[in-house]
């Protein structure tokens, strides 16, 4: 496939690094403004003792504050550990995305029992602060499928929208055992708190047919029209360890992909090529106002931010 720049990745500043931890793994960070005034930033963590494969078990979501979307933000609490037990989400938690709906705040997350992939699945925690306290619950909000299916293995990496006739879509992730390729989906349900059913037409992001897989997306409307930006690591769709946007009227039937950004060493000087990981966008006003990122430095992983022309 031919990469074509898109508008989105034409109108991005990069701003630089932001919450880089000494001791500390940090990892896709979701943003939300709150009505303090303040920006409140959830990220995922891990002890730099784990080693970097350590998010499968010890991975825990904080909160930071900042004045500014662009920082900087200070760490004021853990909002999510694992639970313990036979909880579904006993070992960690993971991967956040934060949003309002109706004056509550809903921070959707993976979780899993044992750090074994086959047991990470998609939950939410509830609370009407952003502050906490949370809310949790003894069932996850979507799980993998039926054996041989090809979400069978896990339901991974929440995406929430929602839809502009007031259903609640989320998307997700999973890796298809057939091809070992990771593919993308979409459940759909009245209440953010589900019953959520999966679509007939999953899975809706597939490109193993040239080899290609994505992951990690983030989705919004802008203007009537739903956007996913997705990292683009394994073998590059569009540019490996850039980014691919892709848009769709309807939410089901999606473009070609275009490159929605870079690879790090487009934006900071002197930086290496390294994975951007984990987009998350921060709309004001119903736009795309900035982008964080995950990224790998040195030898710890930190998270970035860029600013979103307008």
């Known amino acids: 496939m031919t990469a074509r720049l898109s508008d989105f990745a034409q109108r991005l500043e990069p701003v630089g690094r932001i919450l880089g931890l000494d001791g500390w793994h940090v990892w896709g960070s979701s943003a939300i403004d709150g009505p303090d005034g303040k920006v409140h930033l959830f990220t995922a963590r891990w002890p730099e003792e784990s080693g970097f494969r350590g998010w499968s078990t010890h991975s825990e979501i904080m909160h930071s504050v900042a004045d500014d979307a662009e ?3 200070e760490v004021i609490d853990v909002a999510l550990q694992g639970r313990g ?3 579904w989400d006993a070992c960690m938690v993971h991967n956040p995305t934060v949003h309002e709906f109706d004056g509550r705040y809903f921070l959707f997350h993976i979780g899993n029992r044992d750090g074994r992939p086959f047991t990470q699945q998609i939950g939410v925690a ?4 952003l502050y906490g306290p949370w809310e949790r619950f003894d069932e996850p909000l979507l799980g993998p499928s039926r054996y041989r299916d090809w979400d069978w293995l896990m339901a991974t990496n929440p995406a929430m929208v929602r839809h502009p006739n007031g ?3 989320l998307y997700y992730k999973s890796w298809d055992l057939t091809d070992l390729t990771r593919k993308m989906g979409v459940a ?5 708190m589900g019953p959520y059913e999966k679509h007939p037409d999953n899975p809706l992001i597939d490109y193993s047919a040239v080899g290609k897989q994505v992951e990690d997306a983030c989705v919004w409307v802008e203007d009537g029209h739903f956007f996913m930006l997705m990292a683009d690591n394994k073998g590059g769709v569009v540019r490996e360890h850039g980014g691919a946007l892709i848009s769709s009227e309807d939410g089901i039937h999606w473009s070609e992909p275009m490159l929605g950004y870079d690879t790090t060493a487009a934006y900071f000087e002197g930086e290496p090529v390294r994975r951007f990981e ?3 966008v921060l709309l004001r006003d119903g736009r795309a106002a900035y982008l964080y990122l995950a990224m790998t430095a040195e030898h710890l992983a930190t998270s970035a931010v860029m600013r979103v022309r307008r």
Not at 126 to 129: Q, R, T, W, Y
Not at 188 to 192: E, H, L, T
């Open 71 to 73: 920082g900087p933000f």
């Open 85 to 87: 037990g036979t909880h």
């Open 126 to 129: 509830v609370a009407d602060d």
């Open 167 to 169: 259903q609640f879509w």
């Open 188 to 192: 759909i349900a009245d209440d953010v």
């Open 278 to 280: 984990r987009p998350q």
